[in-house]
């Protein structure tokens, strides 16, 4: 069993910071993937920033910029720093990860969101 556990999540006013992170435990022989998605009410959820394992990062065009993800493979943590917030960053954020089991097979696993709130 795998878990992904999430936090830092909060209110910030616009032009705030915050950080979130998520960590992996559970049966895992190694994590590919790493990433940061995110659901605004109404709408779709949409991928906000991923890292592999080798470090390569992609980031939506949206955040490029102000957000920034890392990972740290041996405390199988990612965390997604974000700046210069604005209200439409306001979204339920989610991590994933690909991760491989001790049955050696490659499961897509997700947390279980957290709230980021940007307001005056």
């Known amino acids: 069993q795998v878990q992904l556990v999430e936090s830092g999540g909060g209110l910030v006013q616009p032009g705030g910071s915050l950080r979130l992170s998520c960590a992996a435990s559970?049966?895992?022989?190694?994590?590919?993937?790493m990433g940061w998605h995110r659901q605004a009410p109404g709408k779709q959820r949409e991928l906000v920033a991923v890292?592999?394992?080798?470090?390569?990062?992609n980031y939506a065009d949206s955040v490029k910029g102000r957000f920034t993800i890392s990972r740290d493979n041996a405390k199988n943590t990612v965390d997604l720093q974000m700046n210069s917030l604005k209200p439409e960053d306001t979204a339920v954020y989610y991590c994933?990860?690909?991760?491989?089991?001790?049955?050696?097979?490659?499961?897509?696993?997700w947390g279980q969101g957290t709230q980021v709130t940007v307001s005056s």
């Open positions: 994933d990860a690909k991760i491989i089991t001790h049955t050696m097979y490659t499961y897509d696993y």
């Open positions: 559970g049966s895992i022989f190694s994590i590919n993937d």
């Open positions: 890292i592999t394992s080798g470090g390569t990062t």
